[in-house]
C-alpha cells in the first residue's frame, strides 16, 4: 500500500541555518510527489511538487526538494531559515489509487 | 478570490449533538476533499467528490459522518451524533483536476474548523 513516512516529528534549527526535512514514500511506480506547509490556524500551502523530469525541484519561500529514487526519498531543503519558516511540513503522494496520502508532518521550530 | 471558506472556524458541542461543517470551494474547481487533522492519526482523507460527486468515502469512519456536494459551490460534511473523539481540525480543500489526468494538481485548502465535542 502506499504511504509517506516522514521521520521527524520535530526538528529545531537557528535561524540562518540550513535545513532538510526528510520524507520517503512507498509506491511501486514514481509517485506524484508534495511538499505543503501549515502556519499555525492555517490550511496547508503548496510549497513544491514534482511530478517527472528534473529531480531537483525549486519551490516557493525559497525551499527546493530533490527526488531520490534509490532511497525513495523526497527531501525538503532551504538554505537558510527564517523565523517565519516555524510551521509544520507535510509531505505527500499521489498515486494512480487517486488519492493523495500525506505523511504525519515535522514541526519545525526556529532557534533566534 | 476568496479562496477556500469554511465555516465555523469554531465548533464546540455536547456529545450526541449533530453537527455541520460547510466548504465553499474555489470558484471553478472540480474537486472537493474532507480532510480530518488530528494530533494522534495526522491528516486523513475522509471523502473526495469530483464534480460533485462522491468518488472515494472510504476514510470516512462510521456511519455517523456524511457528507454531500449538493453543487459546484458548496458541500457539508455532517457528523451525527457526535462523539468526544471526533474533536479535530477539518479542512476542506478543493482543486482543478481531471479524473483522467488523476488529482495531480495542487491542492487549495480552507483554513478548517476546530471541533471540539465535550
Known amino acids: 500500500a502506499q504511504s509517506v513516512t516522514q521521520p521527524d516529528i520535530h526538528i529545531t534549527v537557528s535561524e540562518g541555518a540550513s535545513l532538510e526535512l526528510r520524507c520517503n514514500y512507498s509506491?511501486?511506480?514514481?509517485?506524484?510527489l508534495f511538499w505543503y506547509v501549515q502556519s499555525p490556524g492555517q490550511g496547508l500551502q503548496l510549497l513544491l511538487k514534482?511530478?517527472?523530469?528534473?529531480?531537483l525541484v525549486q519551490g516557493i519561500k525559497g525551499f527546493e526538494a530533490e527526488f531520490k529514487r534509490s532511497q525513495s526519498s523526497f527531501n525538503l531543503r532551504k538554505p537558510s531559515v527564517h523565523w517565519s519558516d516555524a510551521a509544520e511540513y507535510f509531505c505527500a503522494s499521489y498515486s494512480s489509487a487517486s488519492k493523495i496520502i500525506f505523511g504525519s508532518g515535522t514541526r519545525l521550530s526556529i532557534r533566534p | 478570490d476568496a479562496g477556500v471558506i469554511q465555516s465555523p472556524r469554531h465548533e464546540v458541542t455536547e456529545m450526541g449533538q449533530e453537527v455541520t461543517l460547510r466548504c465553499k470551494p474555489i470558484s471553478g474547481h472540480n474537486s472537493l476533499f474532507w480532510y480530518r487533522q488530528t494530533m494522534m492519526r495526522g491528516l486523513e482523507l475522509l471523502i473526495y467528490f469530483n464534480n460533485n460527486v462522491p468518488i472515494d468515502d472510504s476514510g470516512m469512519p462510521e456511519d455517523r459522518f456524511s457528507a454531500k456536494m449538493p453543487n459546484a459551490s458548496f458541500s457539508t460534511l455532517k457528523i451525527q451524533p457526535s462523539e468526544p473523539r471526533d474533536s479535530a481540525v477539518y479542512f476542506c480543500?478543493?482543486?482543478?483536476?481531471?479524473?483522467?489526468?488523476?488529482?495531480?494538481?495542487?491542492?487549495?485548502f480552507g483554513s478548517g474548523t476546530q471541533l471540539s465535542v465535550l
Open positions: 480543500a478543493s482543486s482543478l483536476g481531471e479524473m483522467a489526468q488523476g488529482f495531480r494538481e495542487k491542492l487549495f
Open positions: 514534482y511530478f517527472s523530469g528534473d529531480t
Open positions: 509506491y511501486g511506480a514514481t509517485p506524484y
